[in-house]
């Protein structure tokens, strides 16, 4: 740009060239003075109007903004503004005012260079960047709403009103976790092409850097949640299902993508990796049997061969149908597990849908148990003997 042609026209002396500097201070001082009065009558009326009219921001229940968090926020982009335009006189006077002397004019013109050649290297990329960006815009349009239709047939599914044979209604919510995540992955390969720079070496290396300390980074976090998808498919049990994992023992309270939890009898939570709970042997008490009948809950009670084993049936039975929570059909039933030398082993089973309730339930009949044969004059203790031969009662003594 030719500063002498665009600010003068003809020559001038150096009188004239000071008093035009001298203008063009005062002007920018002026401007930069105007400016600063403006925004303090603006920063004024967005206080008034601001602790009027701004309200907190919110999603649902969590506030995000609070209102005079808003408010600042707000004052403060208006004194970033300020600045900004209090560079742009300065950054403009300067030129001019080096343009005027024919000595340094040469100088102004490098000073606009750095001024103008970021703003057309910004314009321009942005103008040759403008059919990607719609490409972009394109396809996450289309991959929104295959979201949509995916999350719509997943609470179809989940809601049984659309029935698919040999895919359970539990399986939907993490069958479209997993698809949502890969669409994810899709989308993301399908736009990295179309981002600023993705051919600069610079933004592969920090790409491969990132994905590099991904993996390192979540080695145990991406093995639970491959063994989480297993256990899904899987189905070993359900929130609410009364479980036994090793020797823990307790109610399915929680069933995340890395971790199980479990609540004790004694109210304690134990939390299992899913490692841990795909290599372990599971024994789920909450699954009833084919006829819907519940669990078996059993106990064993010795008793010597004195006694006729029909009574020690029918008191067993008779202390099974007084517990609470014992199903009545079908009817408890009694088993000889074993004939021991002095006492045979009896085992009492009777059925019941509280699974919830099973410490109560084994409570309530080992209470019952005791009632029933104090009642018929037995004693529940089981014949011991011991025999001591000669040299060890000579040893003795």
């Not at 403006?38 to 229940?61: M, N, P, R, T, V």
Request: with cysteine.
């Amino acid at each position: 740009m030719n500063f002498q042609r665009f600010f003068l026209k003809g020559d001038i002396g150096f009188v004239e060239e000071i008093i035009a500097v001298i203008i063009i201070i005062v002007v920018s001082i002026l401007l930069i003075f105007g400016l600063h009065l403006l925004f303090k009558h603006f920063s004024k009326s967005l206080l008034s109007y601001g602790e009027k009219h701004f309200q907190a921001i919110k999603i649902k229940k969590y506030q995000i903004l609070e209102q005079k968090q808003i408010l600042h926020s707000s004052l403060f982009l208006l004194n970033i503004i300020k600045y900004v335009l209090w560079t742009l006189v300065l950054f403009l006077s300067i030129p001019i005012i080096f343009g005027i002397f024919p000595q340094t004019r040469d100088f102004a013109t490098t000073l606009w260079g750095y001024f103008l050649s970021p703003v057309k290297t910004i314009f321009f990329g942005i103008i040759h960047y403008i059919p990607k960006f719609i490409t972009i815009v394109v396809i996450l349009l289309f991959v929104r709403y295959v979201l949509k239709m995916l999350k719509f047939f997943s609470n179809e599914i989940a809601n049984e009103r659309l029935v698919i044979k040999g895919f359970y209604a539990d399986w939907a919510k993490p069958t479209y976790l997993i698809l949502r995540y890969l669409v994810y992955a899709f989308t993301i390969a399908l736009i990295f092409p179309y981002l600023p720079n993705s051919d600069s070496q610079i933004f592969q290396g920090v790409s491969i850097f990132v994905g590099i300390i991904v993996s390192l980074g979540s080695s145990s976090a991406i093995g639970n949640l491959v063994a989480g998808l297993v256990i899904t498919y899987m189905r070993p049990f359900h929130i609410g299902d009364r479980i036994k994992i090793g020797d823990s023992e307790g109610i399915v309270v929680e069933k995340t993508a890395v971790v199980v939890r479990i609540q004790t009898d004694k109210k304690e939570f134990i939390t299992f990796p899913n490692i841990t709970i795909l290599t372990s042997n599971i024994t789920n008490f909450s699954y009833a049997d084919e006829n819907g009948n519940g669990l078996l809950v059993h106990t064993k009670v010795t008793y010597g061969y004195d006694t006729d084993w029909r009574k020690i049936h029918e008191l067993l039975i008779n202390a099974a149908k007084k517990t609470q929570f014992i199903e009545e059909t079908p009817e408890p039933f009694v088993l000889q597990k074993a004939l021991d030398d002095f006492y045979c082993v009896y085992e009492i089973n009777a059925y019941t849908k509280e699974i919830v309730k099973l410490p109560i339930v084994y409570s309530e009949l080992n209470k019952n148990i005791q009632d029933v044969f104090k009642g018929a004059g037995l004693d529940l203790t089981s014949p011991h003997f011991e025999f001591i031969t000669k040299s060890e009662k000579t040893t003795n003594l």
